[in-house]
């Protein structure tokens, strides 16, 4: 026992990765990258709302 193993005898290092297209291609990645954007999206429209209505002085302090 002088490496780390990954379960089944074999080498960790030998274990392999995803690749990117294949992790692309899951729906949950595509899922979650439409609600960060749809955040986002919401967010900077509140606050370029809030701009323009603090700019025209329809909020006054």
Known sequence: MTG???G???AAEDVRRPSVAAVARD???WLI???V?????CCC???LGT???L???LLSA
Do not use: E, F, Y
């Open 4 to 6: 780390a193993t990954d």
């Open 8 to 10: 089944d005898g074999g």
């Open 27 to 29: 729906r949950r990645v």
């Open 33 to 35: 990258l439409a609600v």
């Open 37 to 41: 954007a749809g955040l986002l999206v």
């Open 45 to 47: 429209s509140a606050v």
């Open 51 to 53: 701009l323009i209505a």
């Open 55 to 57: 700019s025209s002085g």
